[in-house]
């Protein structure tokens, strides 16, 4: 069972650090920038993707190590 809840941990940090890069992704337009509306927009974006890449981060390291013993 506790494969179980590891894998499913690491899958979690895979899943969302996808979704942390694809959305930089979709925000970049042709010359290679990213934009945005406003300022505060940018501001809250990426605090909230810098938090959501940690976890990711988190996620897969201890999703990992979990799997690996």
Excluded: D, H, P
């Excluded at 499913?8 to 042709?30: D, H, I, M, P, Q």
């Excluded at 501001?43 to 190590?65: N, R, S």
């Amino acid at each position: 069972m506790r494969i179980f809840y590891a894998i499913l941990v690491f899958l979690l940090g895979v899943s969302l650090a996808y979704w942390v890069k694809k959305r930089k992704f979709e925000r970049t337009n042709s010359s290679g920038v990213e934009v945005f509306k406003t300022y505060s927009q940018k501001v809250f974006v990426t605090a909230v993707e810098k938090t959501a890449w940690v976890v990711a981060l988190v996620c897969m390291t201890t999703g990992a190590v979990l799997i690996a013993f």
